[in-house]
């Protein structure tokens, strides 16, 4: 899977304020609904946010060095996307170094798509498993410098 077609411009947040892992998600969710990467007859950031909090309550998806990757699986989904978002703050959320998060990918897929989700994961996990990825992207000026750097990484292509 290509990052390219995994991470849309409009699904970027350079500057993200949420006061609590609840609202970071709901304003992820919103953004996923507004920039298309959840897209469905009748979807409703609700919809996104009980499947992601489904999936929180298994186990904290906080990967450690202020990276979270949440994830789902969602009824009416066609295809794998994900949104991206630097907290203007770094935020509490359950990790498992227990330190707070501020580089955060919601990553969203149909119910069938099991390989390809994984996959997907994966490719964003090697990504920022990184620590001079996450250094530039923490540096990054704008949403659309984050774009380019998500999306014009070689390692991640190559997933």
Not at 109 to 120: I, Q, R, S, T, V
Not at 123 to 145: F, G, I, K, T
Request: aromatic fraction near 2%.
């Amino acid at each position: 899977m290509k990052a390219e077609s995994l991470f849309s411009l409009g699904c970027v947040s350079a500057n993200l304020t949420a006061a609590s892992k609840k609202q970071l998600l709901q304003e992820m969710a919103e953004l996923a609904i507004k920039c298309g990467a959840a897209c469905g007859r009748d979807m409703a950031a609700r919809d996104v946010v009980a499947a992601v909090m489904e999936r929180e309550r298994l186990g904290s998806t906080g990967v450690g060095s202020g990276v979270a990757i949440p994830h789902a699986r969602i009824e009416g989904l066609e295809q794998v996307k994900a949104v991206f978002a630097r907290l203007d703050s770094p935020l509490p959320y359950e990790s498992i170094d227990d330190k707070p998060v501020d580089l955060v990918v919601l990553l969203l897929a149909p119910m069938d798509a099991g390989g390809e989700h994984l996959k997907a994961l994966a490719q964003v996990s090697r990504l920022l498993r990184r620590e001079d990825m996450r250094e530039r992207l923490r540096n990054a000026p704008s949403a659309e410098s984050l774009h380019l750097m998500l999306t014009e990484n070689r390692e991640a292509n190559a997933a």
